[in-house]
């Protein structure tokens, strides 16, 4: 009877241990995504600002055993395969630790037609620019580790401007129709200048805007020699592009973004600072830019106050030197100065590569001779911070107590109630127990007053005896 009353009290008092987050693997909800309005009606080369809000703004989680990234056994193929690992630096695995990291939602922006509105994020806001007359759907995304994928989305109409575009060449502009190889362009052999802007553009070209159905090039013949703009989409040949100006004092320029007017980012090669195997030598030009960027680049971002991150698809050298812009003006007023680092993958840490580089009409510039795995611009000083947490890839770790309990304090209340029934039972059979063993021990006792006397006692005296 004891035995199982020390049972089913051990049983129900389990329920008080509060069920915290290390315990649920599956979804805690759906990311809330919310704009501050779902249209919008801009003319063609405006834009605005729409505020955005995304919930939870954070989460602290531990990783868990059985989870994707850390499954029960830590050196599974799948896991070394996906790049995880739940060891420490001491080689235990922390896969039933109770150290728990903050995580923070990733958003991003897309344009159903970006060719008529494109966007991107700033902190809290939403910048939209028109692009072309139309229609176009801006959808906001987040997502958050342990949560669904959540979405909001905004219809944008852009119009015309009451006065035409045209410029006084007679052109309207931004047609995005590419220039067949080998011809000039519209402006004709005189010879423009090839001055270029702040986004490594030369003042001379004629947008183009974004397409993906087929190359994207525009050929200009200026005083200082050609120059080839090349979008950088999924029909590019770098190497093929290269390989027309080798040798020379041609220029090839890579774009990404809406529109080559004010692009993403840029590359500018220039024929004689080309290797002479750059026709042959693989090139992707693309980088993603990024406010964190990813992996264990994206643990030490989330240290730092401000920061852009270009990583780069091209690994090692480049096939000449190059000059990078990267359009900052979401997070940099110009005449910023900005110093770059390079991410040190060996030593998990950034490295300053340069100091005092301006930011001019929205735009940074660099140049380069090998594509490092990530390189940062930043005001503050990334090479001071140290990898926080190894076995959590972009995770920052937060030091919990142990009895961290659910996000509700009234989750308590069911398994309290229990407890305290739990300890009611114990108490009444313990009492029970307790008033049974003093009643049998009373009926064996003899009564008051009289001695107790045995056989041999109450027997008289023999002859024996005396």
């Known amino acids: 009877m004891a035995l199982f009353?020390?049972?089913?009290?051990?049983?129900?008092?389990a329920c008080l241990i509060p069920a915290t987050k290390a315990a649920a693997y599956f979804s805690f909800g759906t990311v809330d995504v919310s704009l501050g309005s779902s249209y919008a009606s801009l003319q063609l080369g405006a834009s605005t600002s729409v505020s955005v809000s995304i919930s939870p703004a954070s989460s602290d989680q531990t990783l868990g055993c059985g989870m994707a990234k850390c499954p029960q056994v830590c050196d599974t193929d799948e896991s070394v395969a996906a790049g995880?690992?739940?060891?420490?630096?001491?080689?235990?695995?922390?896969?039933?630790?109770?150290?728990?990291?903050?995580?923070?939602?990733?958003?991003?922006?897309?344009?159903?037609n970006s060719g008529v509105a494109s966007a991107y994020l700033s902190g809290s806001t939403l910048v939209i620019t028109a692009n072309g007359v139309g229609s176009a759907t801006i959808t906001v995304g987040a997502s958050l580790r342990q949560y669904a994928d959540g979405a909001a989305s905004i219809q944008v109409d852009v119009?015309?401007?009451?006065?035409?575009?045209?410029?006084?060449d007679g052109s309207t502009g931004g047609s995005g129709a590419s220039v067949p190889e080998g011809s000039s362009s519209a402006l004709g052999t005189s010879g423009p200048n090839s001055t270029p802007s702040a986004a490594g553009i030369p003042q001379a070209a004629t947008a183009l805007e974004s397409r993906d159905d087929g190359v994207n090039e525009q050929v200009l013949e200026t005083s200082g020699g050609k120059v080839i703009l090349a979008e950088c989409n999924s029909y590019l040949d770098a190497s093929a592009t290269l390989a027309k100006i080798v040798g020379t004092n041609d220029q090839v320029i890579f774009w990404s973004g809406a529109s080559s007017e004010r692009p993403d980012y840029s590359w500018t090669f220039t024929g004689d600072k080309l290797a002479d195997d750059a026709a042959?030598?693989?090139?992707?030009?693309?980088?993603?830019?990024?406010?964190l960027g990813t992996g264990n680049v994206s643990n030490i971002m989330k240290q730092a106050k401000d920061g852009?991150?270009?990583?780069f698809a091209q690994k090692g050298d480049l096939p000449g030197?190059?000059?990078?812009?990267?359009?900052?003006?979401?997070?940099?007023?110009d005449g910023s100065a900005l110093s770059l680092y390079d991410f040190d993958e060996q030593q998990c840490a950034f490295e300053q590569v340069a100091v005092d580089t301006p930011v001019e009409a929205g735009y940074a510039s660099f140049s380069l001779t090998s594509a490092p795995p990530a390189r940062a611009l930043s005001t503050d000083n990334l090479a001071s911070y140290e990898l926080e947490e190894t076995n959590t890839p972009g995770a920052v770790s937060v030091s919990k107590q142990d009895n961290i309990a659910d996000e509700s304090a009234n989750d308590w209340i069911v398994p309290a109630a229990v407890g305290i029934v739990a300890v009611a039972i114990l108490a009444i059979i313990v009492v029970v127990l307790v008033r049974r063993r003093k009643a049998?021990?009373?009926?064996?006792?003899?009564?008051?007053?009289?001695?107790?006397?045995t056989p041999e006692e109450g027997k008289a005296p023999t002859d024996a005896d005396e």
Do not use: H, W
């Not at 109770?98 to 939602?105: A, C, D, E, G, L």
């Not at 042959?280 to 406010?291: A, H, L, M, W």
């Open 280 to 291: 042959t030598r693989p090139f992707d030009p693309t980088i993603t830019v990024s406010k």
């Open 159 to 168: 119009s015309a401007p009451p006065a035409s575009n045209a410029g006084s």
């Open 84 to 112: 995880y690992s739940c060891f420490d630096a001491n080689g235990q695995c922390t896969c039933m630790g109770r150290q728990y990291s903050t995580y923070y939602p990733s958003a991003y922006a897309s344009s159903s």
């Open 5 to 13: 009353a020390c049972a089913l009290v051990l049983a129900l008092v």
């Open 308 to 311: 852009i991150v270009l990583e």
């Open 321 to 333: 030197e190059a000059v990078v812009y990267v359009n900052v003006d979401a997070a940099y007023g």
């Open 440 to 453: 049998a021990a009373a009926v064996g006792e003899p009564a008051a007053g009289k001695a107790e006397v």
